[in-house]
DNA sequence: TACTAGGTTTCATTATTTGAAACCACGTTT
DNA sequence: AAACGTGGTTTCAAATAATGAAACCTAGTA
């Protein structure tokens, strides 16, 4: 899935977190090391210094490996700066009252989309459930909103990477569908997820554009088939776009509130 | 803050990690340079592997870096597998409704306390706003509580990094001291926080022990002397080991659901 | 035009990383 | 008890990547 391949030592480092992440449990040195193209005294090393780093936790006990609470807390950090999402929160708010719908805020990660904040009126917000999952970018609303409005470049680079798994019947399972719709997209300024990820489940959803229409990200209300349908949610594409202008033109300003830094 | 100096490449960058973090904006490269011990060139290289790296993130509108979105994808992992959190989670839901108190579930950061969840019956669970968040430990009922049931070889490593800042009259501001308390609280099985880090506020903590007694984590209610006393507080001991209990026998069996991996 | 500040690249030097293989500790088998 | 095997740790010369001083851009200013 990670297409790193670059020689330096912390892409290694960075590729042996991605792969213990990709465990989602604590895992033993051998695991990894049949998991990993490195040889064994180099993992070892590698997870040695992970570790002393606090990237990793070693639990002597079972004598494995988990992602390190170090994360958490540079996390905490990346999410209040580089996240829309404490930007967009009363907005989120705002929307899914109205709406009564599930709203999501999304970003690209890569070439996955990248969950950032979600608000279900059922349930209550649940930490970290939403907030960074990932998801295929090819089959979700949020994911071809923002994929329809990537500079070429950009979408030449990561179109390679969109592994096009036939989730339902729905499913876009290629390029040149999912280039036809992105056009689409493009023009409206709006898409739909008919049905593509998972049944029953259909989404509109609007990209969040900087003043330069650059990606930020972008904003879906989620329903079901049998709650409504893809007409019924366009309507509310008005409402949306209000709430995605909102945030980006608060984009504007937020990056540099300059206080003296420390 | 960090004691790095470890030669690492990965060291290093890590080390910028933090640094970008700290800043808790976007930040200039030339404001990164001057906060750092490492030449340009240095920096510059080290900052270009970690944005394609994707863990900074280059805002080319504002020349500036952040700190990159696979951050929160990897503390979403990291909190998952390697925090007490989603185990904890009913338990502190029930203790808090109980108690009617703040609720606080930690775990240590090398010399630091994090804040992995809370429970505060009065305002909804805030993303991240708890989770990630780090605090001393010196001086903070979680903080002491685990420090009181490390090896003396690990404590005595930590303690040198405690700052020891005179936050109220009750902090406790040299290792000495600290040290008395801990012994105090090892025997009880719990301790308190007497207005040292905040004053009216007091609580009562915790540890969460695993079967071999290493420190896993601590939980406390938190209140104030406007509400409640420490008496008052003492009170709630036995519901809150009852907790602890709880969580660390989960613990057990938890880090293995062994399924298949992938 | 000259100057500057911020950012990028070069290149010979340095030192870290590499990985094959040896080694160790332990629990299992014969 | 000796031999075996698996999982983990360490060694060491060779290969490779990181280093950092300085040169070099680029764009905005005097």
Redesign the pocket.
Known sequence: MNVDAS??????ALDVLDRVAEFNRPV????L?AASP?????L???M??LTREGMLVFDPDR??YSLGVRLVRLAHAAWRTSSLAPIARPHLDALAAETGETVHLAQLDQAQVLYVDKRNTAEPVEMYSSAGKVGPAYCTGVGKAMLAHLPEETLSQIMPLQLFHKFTEHTLTDEAALRAQLAEIRAHGYGFDREEHEPTIICVACPILSERGRVLGALSVTSTTARTNLAALEQLVPRIQQTTTAIAAEVQDWRFPDTVAQ
């Open positions: 020689g330096g030592t912390v892409g290694k033993r040195f051998a695991e090391l490195y040889p064994k005294g180099t070892y090393r590698l040695q210094t004598q494995s």
